[in-house]
């Protein structure tokens, strides 16, 4: 199982993509795309309500998912973008930020720089 989430704490990582197995890597979303299968989204409802209210981030949303492929130059694929920002909305989001979408399933979710787009197979 693999973890994935956006790395906004300061430092030479800051704004990076992070994926966690075993070890910890991460991937400037300038340079690289990460192909994502069997994924779930996961938020801390609690810690993102929070962050909503004016306190500090934290980390409180990943993704789970099966594998990751990590490719350069993903081609610019029309897809449902999927948004994440507890500042705006408190869960995961569709781009009219009318939907709660923690804890959906999609079988292939893609970072096209920062943003993440599932793009079915």
């Known amino acids: 199982m693999f ?3 956006f790395h ?3 430092g030479s990582n800051y704004m990076q993509w992070q994926v966690k197995t075993a070890v910890v890597q991460y991937y400037d979303p ?3 795309s990460l192909i994502m299968t069997g994924c779930t ?3 801390r409802r609690l810690t993102a309500q929070r962050i909503h209210d004016g306190d ?5 949303a990943w993704i789970n998912c099966e594998s990751v492929t990590i490719i ?3 081609p610019r694929e029309s ?3 999927i948004c994440y920002n507890p500042k705006k909305i408190p869960y995961w989001t569709d781009i009219t930020g009318q939907q709660n979408l923690d804890g959906n399933q999609y079988d292939r979710l893609v970072t096209i720089g920062k943003q993440i787009m599932h793009i079915p197979f």
Request: glycine residues 4%; aromatic residues 8%.
């Open 79 to 81: 897809g449902d973008p």
């Open 41 to 43: 989204l996961k938020n």
């Open 3 to 5: 973890k994935v989430r």
């Open 8 to 10: 906004l704490a300061s």
């Open 56 to 60: 500090n981030k934290a980390v409180c």
């Open 72 to 74: 350069q130059d993903f």
């Open 30 to 32: 300038a340079q690289f």
